[in-house]
């Protein structure tokens, strides 16, 4: 062998070793894509907020301390109370569970109307006027939940 074809091929060795590596190089220079997925939210839907069941009463129009019930009845959930008083002397509607804690109260009101949500689980309340005497006059009754 000659020792001039040697020397000729060891820079054509290293130069495709290289040129290799700069070839896999390119590869390995893949932008990482960062998809970023946009999760909805689904929005609560609020229509079951609204009450699904109404209760109504009434204060004696003529102005006599009474309501219109003594019972009412209502299935545990969500209730909304109607109160009219188209008399001039004010009533109001305070409901009590069992324990005595007060659930919901309306405004005192004479000559309209108005009308309370709340919560209630089965079992007994009761209502009555808060204003002094009329409880005891006979403005109360039981709320009875199933
Ligand atoms: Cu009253």
Do not use: W
Request: aromatic fraction near 6%; glycine fraction near 8%; proline fraction near 4%.
């Amino acid at each position: 062998m000659k020792p001039t074809l040697k020397f000729m091929a060891i820079p054509l060795a290293v130069g495709a070793l290289v040129f290799a590596g700069c070839g896999s190089d390119d590869s390995s220079d893949d932008s990482t894509s960062t998809e970023t997925t946009t999760t909805q939210t689904q929005p609560a839907d609020n229509s079951e907020a609204a009450a699904s069941q109404v209760l109504s009463l009434a204060a004696d129009p003529d102005g006599q301390l009474a309501y219109d019930k003594t019972e009412l009845t209502a299935k545990a959930g969500k209730v909304r109370l109607d109160f009219t008083n188209e008399s001039s002397v004010g009533h109001d509607v305070v409901i009590e569970d069992s324990s005595g804690n007060e659930v919901a109260a309306t405004d005192i009101i004479s000559g309209q109307s108005t009308s309370i949500d709340f919560d209630v689980k089965p079992g007994k309340y009761t209502f009555y006027c808060s204003l002094p005497g009329h409880e005891a006059a006979g403005m109360k009754g039981t709320l009875t939940v199933n």
